[in-house]
């Protein structure tokens, strides 16, 4: 199998535990299989009237012993081979984590986050169970299985094969049982996480239903989904309900056979009653081997399976990716330049050609100069500020930083030289801190003040409960779309990189705010290279250069007094806003 590589470095880091609880599983077989030994001995020495009370005490004694050594044992053997499965989940999870962050944009907007997770929980559970309870029932089923039948064959090779004959039925069934049983759990757990997220999603979404006046619809929507995973789990019990009556009977089959057969060999004198009673002991001790057998090739091709999708999300390779021989240009002043540059996202179906998002792009940002975008929603304009940290990469053409091509610059240090502020900020669950710098040990109090004022921030987070330690989303309290947008300015401002993007950065705040926002961003203009898009214009008087986008192509360009002159769509918009601004 060739994706066991995946764990091989755990299990030859654990090898130690491994051998130690191997040989602890087998001992405890072994001791085990002692019992019905001594039972023999006490019984055989009771039938001939051979015993007296101090021997009796002396086998009694002995199965004390043994109980108690089995049970040391088993701890033991568990805490090594548990041990090394949750190493081996802890291992393969974090390595799953660590490949998928390095994978690029186009990758997620192909997988689904709902996909990733079920492979970063079931797929990882199914390795664990098969590295941990795979191996002890393999062992078991070997090691207890063989040398169970090897005592019977001792005490008699006829019986033991009537005996063995209703074996099969339990390996076979056990097969069936815990197949249909991992699956109706599966149904289960589906049912149950469908159910939370669909009450979660009526919770949060309460204000809506309410004023909808659509409490009733809600309602029976639970109602369904409960009355699905009730059903789901009234299956599952009728599964797990006849699974051990079905064993029991199988077992007990092979009982009667014991006691038929066996007895009459006990009155033929070709066996003695100790050996009688061992050998029902025997039979006892053979059930779960047997179990084991069937239920051991289940997990193992559970494991199998779900490794083999683990390898594949591994030997995904990041589309945008580091060149292979990067240039590292000592000084970069920021200046951005866009070459005929085309871009399509990938059509959802492959029949279907993707349409251009952007469209011949020509752009020049020299050094310390700001670039303002506007156009209609849809335009592309939120594409074109993505392609310059390589959130994606461009179809055609070329875009180049100090006339060096972004693809031809190590990936990590492109972006450092990049403050990127999306339309839509997103906060992590933690507190506005953790938020702004990114859990970054490198930024002080003063810089991080500093920051939080320049993004008007600081008034804010002043009437918080905890000030800067106020925890944020749904645990915490909840921002304002205009409250995030300020996060994500801050954070912006505190990476302080020469290149600085701002998609719609005042587009949920008021005017007043969104002035003094500006005249941050203004401020440092001369210093950095400012691209920024607003749908509100008058926020970008003050660029070098301002473009109007429309179905990704360039359709205005110039200076806010050369679009006004021009009297286009730039022109009409801006008096627009005018108008409405007045009566705001
Ligand atoms: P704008 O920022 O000007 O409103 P966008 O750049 O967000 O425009 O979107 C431009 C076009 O690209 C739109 O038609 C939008 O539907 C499409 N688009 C945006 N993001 C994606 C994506 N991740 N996958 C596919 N299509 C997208
Ligand atoms: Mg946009």
């Not at 001791?31 to 009370?53: E, H, M, N, S, V």
């Not at 979404?205 to 789901?232: C, H, L, P």
């Not at 507190?431 to 002080?444: G, H, L, P, V």
């Not at 969104?514 to 926020?539: F, N, P």
Request: net charge positive.
């Amino acid at each position: 199998m060739k994706s066991l590589y995946l764990i091989k470095p755990y299990l030859s880091e654990r090898r130690l535990f491994i051998v130690l609880g191997l040989i602890f599983l087998i001992t405890v077989d072994f001791l085990q299989l002692f019992i019905p030994r001594i039972i023999k001995w006490a019984i055989d020495d009771l039938t001939g009237y051979r015993i007296d009370k101090i021997s009796l005490l002396i086998y009694a004694l002995y199965i004390v012993g043994i109980s108690v050594l089995i049970g040391i044992f088993r701890y033991l053997w568990r805490r090594c081979l548990m041990g090394t499965s949750r190493r081996v989940e802890e291992g393969l999870r974090n390595r799953l984590f660590a490949h998928v962050q390095t994978l690029s944009a186009p990758y997620f907007d192909k997988a689904k986050t709902g996909d990733l997770m079920a492979h970063a929980t079931n797929d990882i559970q199914n390795v664990r169970m098969a590295t941990g309870m795979g191996i002890v029932a393999l062992t078991d089923a070997v090691v207890l299985g063989t040398a169970a039948v090897g005592f019977m064959v001792y005490i008699n090779v006829k019986l033991t094969l009537f005996v063995l004959i209703p074996m099969p039925l339990i390996v076979f069934g056990a097969r069936f049982f815990s197949k249909k049983m991992h699956r109706g759990y599966h149904e289960v757990q589906g049912a149950f996480s469908e159910l939370t997220e669909v009450v979660r999603e009526r919770f949060a979404g309460i204000r809506m239903i309410k004023a909808y006046n659509r409490e009733q619809e809600a309602s029976s929507k639970i109602e369904t989904v409960s009355k699905d995973y009730i059903g789901k789990n009234l299956a599952l019990v009728r599964i797990t309900g006849s699974f051990s009556p079905m064993m029991i009977l199988f077992s007990n089959i092979s009982l009667a056979i014991v006691l038929f057969l066996g007895g009459r060999q006990t009155i033929t004198f070709t066996i003695t009653p100790g050996d009688f009673v061992a050998f029902i002991a025997y039979l006892g001790l053979l059930t779960w081997p047997m179990m084991a057998t069937g239920w051991v090739t289940n997990l193992i091709q559970r494991g199998k399976a779900s490794l083999n999708r683990i390898d594949r999300i591994i030997k995904e390779k990041p589309t945008i990716d580091d060149p292979a021989d990067p240039v590292w240009p000592d000084h970069v002043s920021g200046s951005i330049g866009f070459e005929s540059v085309t871009f399509s996202y990938r059509p959802f179906d492959r029949s279907s050609v993707a349409a251009p998002v952007l469209d011949g792009i020509d752009l020049e940002i020299k050094h310390g100069n700001v670039l303002g975008i506007v156009g209609p929603p849809g335009s592309g304009k939120s594409t074109l500020l993505s392609l310059i940290p390589r959130i994606f990469d461009v179809g055609g053409g070329c875009i180049t930083m100090d006339s060096i091509d972004i693809r031809k610059i190590q990936l990590a240090h492109l972006r450092s030289m990049i403050s990127y502020m999306p339309q839509e900020p997103f906060l992590f669950a933690g507190t506005i801190r953790e938020n702004i710098t990114f859990d970054s040990r490198k930024t002080n109090e003063s810089q991080l003040i500093q920051a939080v004022e320049r993004a008007s921030l600081l008034d804010a987070i002043n009437t918080f409960p905890n000030g800067f330690e106020t925890i944020v989303g749904e645990k915490g309290i909840v921002l304002s779309g205009g409250q995030k947008q300020r996060v994500g300015l801050a954070r912006m401002l505190l990476k302080d990189a020469p290149v600085m993007i701002l998609d719609d950065p005042i587009s949920q705040v008021d005017l007043k705010t969104g002035e003094t926002i500006i005249d941050t961003i203004r401020a440092m203009a001369g210093e950095k290279t400012i691209i920024i898009v607003s749908h509100r214009l008058s926020a970008l008087r003050f660029a070098d250069r301002i473009i109007a986008l429309d179905h990704g192509r360039i359709f205005e360009s110039g200076t806010h007094a050369e679009l006004m002159a021009n009297n286009q769509y730039y022109a009409k918009t801006f008096r627009l806003q005018e108008v409405e601004e007045e009566y705001a």
